[in-house]
């Protein structure tokens, strides 16, 4: 079993920026990494994920705004969110190569 814990969610004005973390709870080297977010009312979407070999993709509604990276060695992975806009706002989950699942940090993006 392998947990996944996001934190550094919470609230920002649109412009601004936020950073989240992922704490995997095993060693992530050999695994893809992702974010995905599910506002209210709507279906969860991938924002962004990183292979074992650090290449990345994006949703194209986070292109430009978006980083995600990962340190192996801490089995933590970021996601630097700037340029903020109010349709940011959701439910951010870490997921270790899709099986295990965080719980979520919430983000909340006033105009």
């Known amino acids: 079993q392998v947990q996944v814990v996001e934190t550094g969610g919470g609230s920002a004005q649109a412009g601004g920026s936020l950073r989240l973390s992922c704490a995997a709870t095993r060693a992530i080297d050999d695994f893809s990494m992702s974010w995905y977010r599910r506002a209210p009312g709507k279906q969860r979407e991938l924002v962004a994920r990183?292979?074992?070999?650090?290449?990345?993709e994006y949703a194209d509604f986070v292109k430009g705004r978006f980083i995600i990276s990962r340190d192996n060695a801490k089995k933590m992975i970021y996601l630097q969110m700037n340029s903020l806009k109010p349709e940011d706002t959701a439910a951010y989950y870490c997921?270790?190569?899709?099986?295990?699942w965080g719980l979520g940090t919430q983000v909340t993006v006033s105009s």
């Open positions: 997921t270790f190569n899709g099986v295990y």
């Open positions: 990183i292979s074992d070999s650090g290449s990345t």
